[in-house]
């Protein structure tokens, strides 16, 4: 068995998580292309915001865009879930990873395997809970916008589903590639 340059060991029993894990990275480069594009929106609608309310009231000029604040919230609540999912392939959400790192490594890999098990089970329920909110919210509509709020609340079981896949792919990539569960590559970036 050999080990090419991603990483990934190509035998013929890991061949097929291999590509799985490939598939899943280019997933969420999109999905980061995404979360930066609407980073970009709702930056440019507080920005456009801040000239409205700040610059031209300055110079005598009233316009009213009570629609900017919406698209900012709303596009942050994207980011935040979408992204917490991304950061979820290479353990990057924050952690308390002294234990760990402490314990003997047999010991350490059984306590962060608990944890990733643990956290992949908090976003089962919040899944399950933000897919009631979105069926809850097809019947409102935000106050300016008039967009159906199931939209906004959709983004929990969004990012909640991809947490879930990027943590089970990192177990996946543990048990079965020999991955260093310990030292992330967050770990190895710092």
């Not at 979408?82 to 314990?103: F, M, N, Q």
Request: charged residues 10%; aromatic residues 10%.
């Amino acid at each position: 068995m050999s080990t090419p340059a991603n990483g990934y060991s190509t035998g013929p029993e890991t061949s097929l998580l291999a590509s799985a894990l490939k598939l899943l990275d280019s997933v969420n480069l999109a999905a980061r292309y995404g979360v930066g594009a609407l980073l970009g929106v709702a930056t440019i609608s507080v920005t456009y915001q801040i000239l409205i309310r700040f610059v031209l009231d300055y110079f005598g000029v009233n316009i009213a865009a009570p629609w900017t604040e919406e698209v900012a919230r709303y596009a942050l609540i994207w980011v935040v879930f979408v992204g917490a999912g991304i950061v979820c392939r290479h353990s990057g959400l924050i952690a308390v990873d002294i234990v760990p790192h402490a314990l003997p490594s047999p010991y350490g890999r059984y306590v962060k395997i608990a944890s990733i098990l643990v956290t992949i089970c908090f976003f089962g329920v919040l899944a399950w809970i933000g897919v009631e909110f979105a069926a809850t919210g097809s019947i409102e509509t935000s106050p300016v916008m008039r967009i159906p709020m199931s939209f906004v609340y959709f983004a929990v079981p969004v990012g909640s589903l991809l947490a879930i896949v990027n943590l089970a792919s990192l177990l996946l990539e543990s048990i079965c590639l020999g991955r260093d569960i310990i030292q992330t590559d967050a770990d190895a970036s710092e």
